[in-house]
């Protein structure tokens, strides 16, 4: 929203709005710790030979808390990948390897500043909120004093949308404006292009 404010007339991030950032002083060590472990590409995900062992693993991580099974498992079902060893539950590794350029508040502080298009930003109650990271919480701070970003807590795990559908929708729909005079619901979806 910073880079294109033209672009975008309204934004909606749900349990993640501000990316981590990291001390000046840990930059290079950083970027060299994530070069090595791309080069590398050493991490491996765990193989499982029972796929309830996995499953029931992965749907008691803070990610699905709180969800509704059916929904755990669709998403389960489309992660998990059969090998002839057994069950692994696949997603980009990358997730797993820090940042190759993490921003650091010199950058992250003055995009945020400069923000002007009108943003909402949900946040899970059991989501990254959660862990008390310090950069999380120096973020939200933040943004607090220096924007004017909406906020709104909703309970639920990371994946909100999936666990907590009305009040996501409700407040996304009353956000973006999609109700018109007294409609009880928004008028269908037209993709208008990029």
Not at 94 to 116: E, G, H
């Amino acid at each position: 929203t910073a880079t294109y404010p033209d672009k975008i007339d309204k934004f909606v991030a749900i349990d993640g709005l501000l990316p981590f950032h990291q001390p000046n002083d840990q930059v290079v060590e950083n970027l060299r710790k994530a070069t090595d472990m791309l080069v590398d590409d050493t991490f491996n995900h765990k193989i499982y030979k029972d796929l309830e062992v996995l499953s029931e693993k992965i749907t008691r991580t803070v990610f699905y808390k709180g969800m509704d099974p059916e929904v755990a498992q669709f998403m389960l079902d489309r992660s998990i990948q059969m090998l002839p060893e057994g069950h692994q539950f696949t997603y980009d590794k990358r997730l797993r390897y820090p940042a190759l350029i993490r921003m650091t508040k010199d950058v992250l502080f003055p995009l945020i500043k400069s923000w002007q298009t009108p943003i909402l930003y949900l946040i899970a109650t059991d989501g990254f909120k959660q862990f008390h990271h310090p950069s999380y919480i120096e973020g939200i701070d933040y943004l607090n004093k220096h924007s004017t970003v909406k906020q709104l807590e909703l309970p639920g795990p990371h994946h909100l949308h999936m666990s907590n559908t009305e009040d996501v929708s409700a407040a996304v729909i009353s956000f973006l404006g999609l109700c018109k005079d007294g409609q009880d619901s928004p008028p269908p979806f037209e993709f208008k292009g990029l």
